[in-house]
């Protein structure tokens, strides 16, 4: 799983801002996930893409928008339409290939605060 | 769509002792069930999975066991360490043979506390 980055570590917000929290992969992946994770909420998916320029909505993608133009890079925007975007951010990646389930490796994540 | 349950979502366990998470699912087409180790601060960590053809696995002091019957599967951790303290996650996906792997769909979470 150390092939996955995400940048930054940390990231603060004032309210009504755009933030873009930046994930890339050198593990030459086709799939790749953003999940909001929430105190005693688990892993929730916002949105994920099987396959470069293309990407799919997951359970919370409202407020939220992503990119796919190049395999290594799955960039998140955090609009100001997301009402409650402190949490933890982490970005996950798999081989999308194959006919056995592949594990899914996670990146470090990114904690996003808004001020 | 598919429904992950995992209990308890707190665990406490002495050092030494065997700890027990169960999880349930809802789609009986789910054939990949993997089991994630998160630390504090950190990122998830696969530590174990199986596929639906397998009943149990096993690793060093972690095994899983899946019914298909019942739906459910569980992680088994004997001889339990300080270092074992983290929240584990289960998780459940479709996996079509010759297409596309579905999403995983994951429980809440189980905080588990080994005392030394």
């Known amino acids: 799983d150390g092939g996955i980055t995400q940048s930054p570590k940390y990231l603060f917000r004032k309210e009504g801002q755009n933030v873009t929290l930046s994930c890339e992969q050198n593990l030459n992946h086709d799939a790749m996930y953003w999940y909001r994770q929430d105190p005693g909420q688990g892993l929730r998916l916002i949105y994920y893409?099987?396959?470069?320029?293309?990407?799919q909505k997951g359970d919370i993608a409202e407020g939220y928008s992503v990119s796919r133009e190049k395999k290594e890079s799955f960039p998140l925007t955090v609009t100001s339409a997301q009402k409650n975007p402190t949490a933890f951010y982490l970005c996950a990646s798999t081989s999308g290939q194959g006919d056995l389930p592949d594990t899914q490796y996670f990146g470090p994540g990114t904690r996003l605060t808004v001020l | 769509g598919e429904n992950v349950e995992q209990h308890p979502s707190t665990l406490s366990v002495q050092e030494g002792d065997s700890a027990v998470i169960k999880c349930t699912y809802s789609?009986?087409?789910?054939?990949?069930f993997p089991w994630y180790k998160q630390e504090l601060g950190k990122r998830p960590q696969l530590i174990i999975d199986i596929r639906s053809n397998v009943g149990e696995k096993k690793d060093q002091r972690i095994a899983v066991t899946l019914n298909k019957t019942a739906k459910h599967f569980s992680l088994h951790i004997t001889e339990t360490q300080p270092e074992d303290s983290a929240v584990y996650f289960c998780a459940a996906s479709i996996r079509n043979y010759g297409g596309s792997q579905g999403n995983l769909i994951f429980g809440k979470g189980t905080k588990l506390s080994v005392k030394p």
């Open positions: 789609d009986s087409a789910s054939n990949y």
């Open positions: 893409s099987q396959i470069v320029n293309d990407f």
